[in-house]
């Protein structure tokens, strides 16, 4: 057995030692540098007022001229070539013209260049020379399945001094993604590598999921091996432990025992990230917990008038159902909103919903559900709202959490025992993810980086007895 286990551990080490090197220090990259993506700070910052007396036709009509028939949300926002509805659900999403409701899904360079310009000066940038650079469906940086329901994506360079680029969404017209060249160079030597991510995987999200899930497993499996093989091989010299090996041996020995705890639970939880619903339970609502949520929206109560009663100059307006009432939500800043209840024409007086408000959906989701509670900064499972500052709430029935947001009315989460399990596994064990280490930044940064440096130290030991056995085997097959 033990013969089998050091075959089993040295062959998986010469393959995979290179890749437990590259997690490791690209490891220890992405934690200063994530991979490109636009803040909700951003992209609010890129949005202009709503001209309302542009507009002509409500979002009723709106959503009766889309033919969507399971429409979810509707939103007002304002373009450079005027006031868009973009109407999203299940089936879909689609962009219709305030003005006459045709279709405004962007069809020509220049407008697309015309949006990016526009929100790029809203934000500060420079924009004076900026170049529609490609129409693609994918790219390095535009691979996230996210983005799906917005492809093809113009790539918009602004040739500014960070090497700023904007994409452009060709189904809505919204700026969806901004990288700048730090960003781009930094994630190719941390994001990329680490999961694996070249474009022409990574834009075939199935083959791309059991590529690396496969890769992960096995690299596992090594670990696990060499983690038993350690012990095992430990000596008793003069009272003191001992290892049978010398030179390279001996410091990859004594590495992966001082590591083993780190590095075993960082690979395997790193196979988690990848999990997918294959081992735990996913944290989507079902279809009709959804329904539980958002009842059946009636969007034809909406009135005509419903756009001439907006407050001025709202930088963005949605129309959402929560238990069956369609309500509107009007964003005047990024931590600033008003909620209401367009068919009472009146403000519900508060900014977002409240507990009770939540709570009653409960008896529609489950029968022994409790009342909702806002989600405390410091819980072990809080999660971010869609807009800074809001509360999220928790409504608990029985073994199954499900989180709401209280500013947009959406379920972000539905957490049982098995996705609880792997908020404990996976983010905790991965990107330790723990609450003493989060309110000390510092001091998790340090042990992050340590930590990862350890093991690829200890990963680089592995790769120069990798190499030697390989120089031997090949050496020893071309002898006579």
């Known amino acids: 057995m033990t013969r089998a286990l050091i075959l089993l551990h040295r062959w998986l080490g010469v393959a995979f030692c290179l890749f437990f090197a590259m997690w490791f220090a690209t490891g220890i990259v992405m934690h200063f540098v994530p991979f490109p993506a636009l803040t909700e700070a951003e992209r609010f910052g890129g949005l202009a007022p709503v001209d309302v007396h542009a507009i002509r036709h409500g979002p009723a009509e709106a959503v009766a001229a889309s033919a969507i028939k399971d429409i979810e949300r509707v939103r007002l926002l304002q373009r450079s070539d005027g006031p868009v509805y973009l109407l999203s659900g299940p089936s879909g999403v689609k962009a219709l013209s305030a003005t006459d409701l045709s279709s405004a899904a962007v069809t020509s360079e220049q407008l697309a260049l015309a949006i990016a310009v526009d929100h790029a000066r809203r934000r500060g940038l420079d924009a004076s020379q900026a170049t529609v650079v490609e129409l693609a469906h994918y790219d390095q940086w535009s691979v996230p399945n996210g983005l799906d329901p917005h492809r093809p994506l113009y790539r918009i360079a602004l040739h500014d001094g960070p090497g700023t680029e904007l994409y452009v969404s060709s189904t809505t017209g919204e700026v969806v993604r901004d990288t700048t060249r730090a960003e781009r160079w930094w994630n190719y030597a941390g994001s990329v590598p680490h999961w694996i991510y070249p474009t ?83 944290d989507k609502l079902s279809d009709v917990e959804a329904k539980a949520v958002t009842g ?25 159902p929560f238990r069956g009432q369609v309500l509107r939500r009007e964003r005047i800043a990024l931590g600033v909103q008003r909620l209401l209840a367009p068919g009472a024409g009146k403000s519900v007086d508060r900014a977002f919903l409240a507990a009770d408000d939540v709570s009653a959906i409960g008896p529609s989701l489950a029968s022994t559900c409790n009342a909702a509670v806002p989600i405390a900064a410091g819980d072990n499972y809080a999660i971010e709202p869609t807009m800074p500052g809001a509360p999220v709430y928790r409504l608990v029935c029985g073994n199954i959490w499900y989180h709401i947001d209280a500013a947009s009315g959406a379920a972000l989460e539905k957490l049982d025992s098995s996705r609880r399990a792997y908020r404990w596994l996976y983010s905790a064990l991965h990107t330790l993810d723990i609450l003493a280490l989060l309110a000390t930044p510092a001091v998790r940064t340090v042990l992050i980086v340590v930590l990862c440096g ?5 990963s680089l030991s592995g790769v120069v007895i990798g190499w030697r056995r390989l120089r031997l085997t090949v050496s020893s097959t071309r002898r006579p």
């Not at 350890?454 to 200890?458: D, H, I, M, N």
């Open 296 to 320: 059946t929206p009636a969007w034809d109560t909406l009135s005509s008038d419903e756009v001439r009663r907006l407050s001025a100059q709202p930088r963005e307006v949605e129309w959402f």
């Open 200 to 282: 022409a995987l990574r834009s075939h999200w199935a083959a791309w999921d059991r590529t690396v899930w496969w890769l992960s497993l096995i690299a596992a499996i090594g670990a696990m091996t060499g983690a038993v093989l350690g012990i095992l091989r430990l000596r008793i010299a003069r009272r003191r432990l001992a290892s049978p090996y010398r030179g390279w041996h001996a410091w990859h020995h004594w590495l992966g025992l001082a590591s083993s705890i780190f590095v075993l639970t960082w690979i395997v939880s790193g196979w988690l990230s990848m999990d997918h619903g294959r081992l735990f339970s996913l």
């Open 454 to 458: 350890v093991g690829l130290a200890f």
